[in-house]
């Protein structure tokens, strides 16, 4: 599948909107990055939550740099074959990270069916 970086990344803004409200709301200091690839130049992974999660803060305040949760365009468009089918692997990504900043683990995830 083919898809711009800027057509991606409004698609992945349209997804984060449709996400349940008590999912966002409790996002703090969380920014979201869309990039072409991870680091290894791979296509195995979708999506990257690097930050502490919630569940392992203890003195977290002011001053901290923002967690960062990364959806990477080509490993899904490589993984999809439509529109449709990209919606639905970045939904599961955006969930399947968020889920690690609320403190949720692949095990986890896997039972719920996230994973």
């Given at each position: 599948?083919?898809?711009?970086?800027?057509?991606?990344?409004?698609?992945?803004?349209?997804?984060?909107?449709?996400?349940?409200?008590?999912?966002?709301?409790?996002?703090?200091?969380?920014?979201?990055?869309?990039?072409?690839?991870?680091?290894?130049?791979?296509l195995d992974l979708l999506g990257?939550?690097?930050?502490?999660?919630?569940?392992?803060?203890?003195?977290?305040?002011?001053?901290?740099?923002?967690?960062?949760?990364?959806?990477?365009?080509?490993?899904?468009?490589?993984?999809?074959?439509?529109?449709?089918?990209?919606?639905?692997?970045?939904?599961?990504?955006?969930?399947?990270?968020?889920?690690?900043?609320?403190?949720?683990?692949d095990e986890q995830l896997h039972?719920?069916?996230?994973?």
């Amino acid at each position: 599948m083919d898809m711009t970086a800027d057509a991606f990344e409004e698609l992945v803004v349209d997804e984060l909107d449709r996400l349940p409200d008590d999912m966002v709301e409790g996002l703090d200091n969380v920014v979201f990055v869309v990039e072409d690839r991870p680091e290894d130049g791979s296509l195995d992974l979708l999506g990257l939550y690097d930050g502490l999660a919630l569940t392992e803060r203890t003195q977290y305040g002011m001053g901290e740099l923002p967690d960062r949760i990364v959806v990477y365009r080509e490993p899904h468009l490589a993984a999809c074959d439509d529109e449709d089918e990209l919606r639905d692997e970045v939904h599961t990504t955006l969930v399947h990270e968020i889920a690690h900043f609320y403190g949720i683990d692949d095990e986890q995830l896997h039972e719920l069916g996230w994973a």
